[in-house]
């Protein structure tokens, strides 16, 4: 991959996991726009920069933009002048959309316009040979299709039926992405994928929350009766997926994406807990520290992804068991606690609990 290509949201936890990607395993001239908000931290990507050294410095460059500012991302967009687009920029933790779904609607609906805008007229005004091969990826989640019940999965046709701020928001951003293809012709491609996990991930989602709260001995929050399911995709996985979709997949097409691998809510925090045993003894067991507490409003019951659809036609395929993926998970965050505590204290989030009304 020799190409020009421009990552929204690359200071966050998957864009990062990008970003890092395209610069140890490609050419590529990687352009990093993001506003730099309250989860954002390059501190992976630097650390790949001085690993790799001078040359990848200079493939390397971080556009401090908000996508809602419609100038600064056009200007963004013309500066990195990108035959490739993938679009991770996003508001994405379901309880701060229940706190603030304004700040949702302004990135994750109005900041996808003004990308689409800029990338449009980026896009018509390319030489030809540049242009039929250009793409935009729109990178979104499994919960714009709702909640399943006890059987079933979520597929390229299933419909949506978003449930909170922030899955409306996504559904939103999606439908504005498939217009732009078939009214302007816009080359794109979308995924959905299922929760994610792993390294740098900001310590406000379940798994680095339950981490930290059990390292430091404090209770561990469950919501409601802890039965909820989703389907975990190790981020570096995802990341595989991501790459195949946005240089293989077939224009206009969207692709599911997850980690077959299941589990409720109180079976990840249990897990968490038994490796948590297994790493610090001397603190077990740590399944004492958890505790249930009021569920988050309109709390959906169980996502579930059926991934054929990628999986026949990209050949891609989870390369992480849950179990390997989260004993790896739990080991980088109890290595990495600095880390921890220094992003949360620039974002000033304390652990505290949040999305009640």
């Known amino acids: 991959m020799t190409q020009r290509v421009?990552?929204?949201?690359?200071?966050?936890?998957?864009g990062g996991a990008v970003v890092r990607r395209l610069l140890n395993g490609s050419t590529a001239q990687v352009f990093n726009l993001d506003k730099c908000g309250y989860a954002s931290d390059c501190t992976s990507i630097e650390a790949v920069l001085k690993e790799l050294g001078p040359a990848a410095e200079g493939r390397y460059q971080l556009l401090r933009v908000d996508l809602a500012d419609e100038q600064a991302t056009a200007a963004a967009v013309r500066h990195a002048d990108p035959d490739l687009v993938l679009h991770l920029a996003a508001e994405s933790h379901v309880d701060r959309s229940i706190d603030?779904?304004?700040?949702?609607?302004s990135s994750n609906v109005m900041g996808t316009y003004s990308l689409l805008q800029a990338v449009r007229a980026h896009w018509e005004a390319l030489p030809q040979e540049r242009q039929s091969s250009f793409r935009l990826h729109h990178i979104s989640t499994d919960e714009v299709f709702g909640s399943l019940g006890a059987?079933?999965?979520?597929?390229?046709s299933t419909a949506y039926d978003p449930r909170s701020p922030y899955s409306a928001s996504k559904a939103a951003s999606d439908h504005l992405v498939n217009a732009w293809h078939h009214t302007y012709g816009?080359?794109?491609?979308?995924?959905?994928?299922?929760?994610?996990?792993?390294?740098?991930?900001?310590?406000?989602?379940?798994?680095?929350?339950?981490i930290l709260k059990a390292a430091a001995g404090e209770p561990i929050p469950l919501y409601g009766d802890g039965l909820n399911v989703r389907d975990w995709l190790y981020v570096d996985d995802h990341v595989e997926a991501l790459l195949?979709?946005?240089?293989?997949?077939?224009?206009?097409?969207?692709?599911?994406v997850g980690g077959d691998g299941e589990r409720s809510n109180?079976?990840?925090?249990?897990?968490?807990?038994?490796?948590?045993?297994q790493l610090r003894p001397q603190s077990a067991p740590h399944g004492r520290l958890i505790t249930l507490v009021t569920d988050r409003p309109g709390h959906d019951r169980r996502y579930a992804i059926d991934?054929?659809?990628?999986?026949?036609?990209l050949g891609w395929q989870p390369r992480h068991r849950f179990e390997q993926g989260l004993e790896a998970t739990v080991r980088w965050?109890?290595?990495?606690?600095?880390w921890c505590e220094l992003v949360s204290e620039r974002a000033r989030y304390g652990g505290e609990r949040i999305g009640q009304t």
Do not use: H
Request: proline content about 6%; aromatic content about 10%.
């Open 100 to 105: 603030g779904p304004g700040a949702f609607l």
């Open 151 to 156: 059987t079933g999965r979520f597929s390229e």
């Open 307 to 313: 991934a054929s659809l990628i999986i026949s036609e």
């Open 244 to 256: 195949l979709a946005a240089t293989r997949g077939r224009l206009g097409a969207s692709y599911c």
């Open 333 to 338: 965050y109890l290595g990495n606690l600095e």
């Open 6 to 14: 421009l990552v929204t949201g690359g200071a966050g936890f998957i």
């Open 266 to 277: 109180r079976q990840v925090v249990e897990a968490i807990c038994g490796l948590m045993d």
């Open 186 to 210: 816009l080359p794109v491609v979308l995924t959905n994928c299922s929760n994610n996990y792993g390294p740098w991930q900001f310590p406000e989602k379940l798994i680095p929350v339950v």
